[in-house]
């Protein structure tokens, strides 16, 4: 990665994490739907792993919940890492870091005795199909008996048309958010870059591979997942999950 690209990456890394809550729709819904179905499981998570948990507000929503939980954090991102390491120093050593992507192994063993949940937000729809069939059947792999996926993310929601429809509005949103002052300029170029990227052709840009929310539930299932389904879906944003018998 050349300096002029890892500035690029750290100011994206920066504005998205302090602007999201804000910026993207549903954000803090789909945060909230992971704990409650954690809680729905009727287990306390003892341990837990956040893949693609970039600056940790998810994982700091589970330890807050979860008093007695510890956390795995997974993520390619040395930024982000910085960024999430402020913002979960407060939980006293509750946290094992990795940095590697989701897609590398060494979570996996980061916790010798497997996981009580995997969870994930926003993150899993920049894997291809076969690289998220792969992913399941790992997270299957290391989960105990009882332990449950619980993932939040963009998706497709409907056709290709109902997409464009979904991102429309979230540019909308977005409009909107700059006309009352409430997002930064900074966030405002960002959003530019993905809205030219993305917009022209949604169904074949190179970074957002949306697949709906059913075909994730059933590609849960061929990996052993029961009771594997979509637990709250609007738009384009849908919570799903399923449990290791």
Known sequence: MSETTARRWETFALTYDTEAPRAVPCYR?????????????????????????????LIAALLKQYPS????WV??????????????ARFNGRVTWVEAAMEATAWETAVPDGYDAVVSSIALHHLTGEQRQRLFRRIHRVLKPGGIVAIADEVLGGDWTMQRRYLEEWDQHTRSLAGAGRVSPGYLKLWKMFRDRVFPDPEHNPTERWEPAARQVEWLSEAGFADAQVWWEH???????GRKE
């Not at 306390?44 to 956040?50: L, N, Q």
């Not at 939980?69 to 795995?72: G, H, L, N, P």
């Not at 993520?75 to 979960?88: F, I, K, T």
């Not at 738009?235 to 999950?241: D, K, S």
């Open 75 to 88: 993520d390619s991102s040395p930024v982000m890492r910085v960024v999430a390491g402020r913002r979960l």
């Open 235 to 241: 738009g384009m944003w849908a919570v799903f999950g």
């Open 69 to 72: 939980a510890q956390a795995v």
């Open 29 to 57: 819904h789909l945060h909230a739907e992971i704990v409650r179905r954690l809680a729905a499981a009727r287990q306390h998570p003892i341990r837990v792993v956040d893949l693609g948990a970039g600056g940790g507000r």
